[in-house]
DNA sequence: TATATTTGCAACTGATTAGTTGCGCAACTT
DNA sequence: AAGTTGCGCAACTAATCAGTTGCAAATATA
């Protein structure tokens, strides 16, 4: 039920909604104005999102304000780390280096 | 049908096998190994890492190696981005200053 | 040639999901 | 006080998904 971060940005209107919240904190209304799908369905996703704690939110009257947690995404950087070694092309030469330093 | 790569990724078993490609390419009976799950029930998993092209084949007799294609992950790197600058503190400090020089 | 191994593909099934609608409650407005 | 607005929660449904089983093709081995 509770997903994970990476299930949270797997959706691509999650993803929209995150970029919307870097800007500035919105209120669900606000946000579902952006997408044509209803309110409803975009209130799902934000809560998909405060699940997962890239979200949190604020209470002012009756509104609630949602800010994005930014510092929760550290965590999809810190797995992406493992990788970052391998993608760039400096560091395959530089393999490619080691390698043949062996022989 | 064809899932992109935060889709990708958002299973942790795909993760798991992404991270085993990281070390060195491998036979999907070899990854299969590693899981309890059924081998076909792993082979729709690589398949779903192929599709996204995070993942290359190369035939090799009647074995298949399977490579990282590690260059595909900065797509998530790159998206990574527009948050980047607001999960450093330092940066949200820097933010602090150029509110207060307004002034 | 006969047999075993590696693999992908297709059909089936139970579980999960995304989106809708309807509701109720709390808080503003007039 | 009465009506309106903003919102979350729950139930329903159609669609999608994950994993299994069974199969066929290609390569290797005896």
């Known amino acids: ?3 994970d971060i990476f299930q949270a ?3 691509p209107t999650r993803r ?3 970029s ?3 800007l500035h904190a919105m209120t669900p209304n606000a946000i579902a104005e952006h997408f044509t799908s209803t309110r409803q369905a975009v ?3 934000i809560q998909v999102l405060a ?3 890239l979200v ?3 209470q002012q009257g009756r509104e609630i304000y949602y800010h994005l947690n930014a510092k ?3 965590e999809v950087d810190k797995w992406l780390e493992q990788f970052r070694v391998l993608w760039d092309k400096k560091f395959s030469q530089l393999d490619d280096v080691l390698k043949n330093l062996k022989k």
Request: aromatic share 0%; net charge positive; proline share 0%.
């Open 72 to 74: 929760k995404m550290k």
């Open 56 to 58: 949190r939110q604020e």
């Open 1 to 3: 039920m509770k997903k």
């Open 16 to 18: 929209a909604i995150l």
């Open 43 to 45: 209130s799902k996703h």
């Open 20 to 22: 919307l919240l870097a």
């Open 9 to 11: 940005i797997a959706d």
């Open 51 to 53: 699940d997962a704690e």
